[in-house]
């Protein structure tokens, strides 16, 4: 636990604490984005790897020969 400080107003290490702060808050927002671009990539990935094509699915359809339709 860090012991309290006395900081008056418009000290520079007030402008010093602010900035910290700051930096901080953009780093863990670029980190929650990166995270959920990273989960989006792999989710697609995932998709195009879970089976076959539009193309394939939709031909699968009319491999079999139907005896009506011959």
Not at 15 to 20: H, N, P, S
Not at 54 to 70: G, K, T, V
Request: a positive charge.
């Amino acid at each position: 636990m860090k012991k309290a400080k006395l900081i008056k107003k418009d000290s520079p290490l007030q402008e010093q604490i602010r900035t910290e702060k700051r930096t901080r808050k953009i780093k863990v927002k670029q980190v929650k984005e990166r995270k959920t671009i990273d989960v989006t990539r792999q989710w697609i990935k995932q998709k195009q790897s879970d089976g076959p094509g539009a193309r394939e699915a939709f031909a699968s359809l009319f491999d079999e020969s139907d005896p009506q339709s011959a």
